[in-house]
């Protein structure tokens, strides 16, 4: 793909018991449980947000230490944990440093400064998707580590299968040069 490419896998660092835990509890149901204005929202303006978009599970809500693996040389981060059940979709969208991040006292980073990464839960299934422009990634397998070469780039999600995705979303970011 052409603003994702492969660093690696992961699987040693996915807990069984996360798996478990995510598949038999929700986290917040995205985007509802955020209480947002879709007109204000850079993710949902123009969809209907009164169905569930995703349901995620951060630090706030995930009852087990995460001890992220050293990707970069960046030494901050934030990850969630994504679930999309079967019908689930996630709209394209590109996720912008100054928006809704609390980096740095409130201040954007530049983009050179912010990695971001997409990691696989789970084997691809018929049905998961992560599609990043105008290109599908398929066949991924559990522990796949995948870094987007730019912050800004359009990328949504879609299970029309009919088992659990799970994936994570880690960014990471160093200080402002």
């Known amino acids: 793909m052409d603003n994702l490419v492969k660093i690696g896998n992961y699987k040693s660092f ?14 917040d149901r995205y985007p509802k449980d955020l209480h947002i204005n879709p007109e204000n929202n850079h993710v949902f303006k123009g969809f209907n947000t009164d169905s569930v978009i995703c349901i ?14 050293i990707l970069d040389d960046n030494i901050y981060y934030e990850y969630s944990f994504i679930k999309l059940e079967p ?11 100054s928006y809704g991040r609390k980096y740095r006292g409130n201040k954007p980073l530049e983009d050179k400064n912010i990695n971001r990464y997409w990691l696989s839960l789970k084997d691809y299934e018929p049905g998961h998707y992560f599609i990043m422009n105008d290109k599908i990634l398929t066949n991924y397998i559990k522990g796949d580590v995948f870094k987007f070469k730019k912050e800004c780039v359009w990328h949504g999600a879609a299970n029309i299968g009919s088992t659990c995705r799970l994936a994570m979303s880690i960014i990471t970011w160093s200080e402002n040069d």
């Not at 996915?14 to 986290?27: H, K, L, S, Y």
């Not at 995620?56 to 693996?69: A, C, I, R, S």
């Open 14 to 27: 996915i807990q069984n018991d996360w798996i478990t835990f995510m598949e038999n509890n929700d986290g």
């Open 56 to 69: 995620g599970y951060g630090p706030h809500n995930f009852p087990f230490d995460v001890e992220l693996p």
């Open 87 to 97: 019908g689930m979709v996630t709209p394209l969208h590109m996720d912008h440093p």
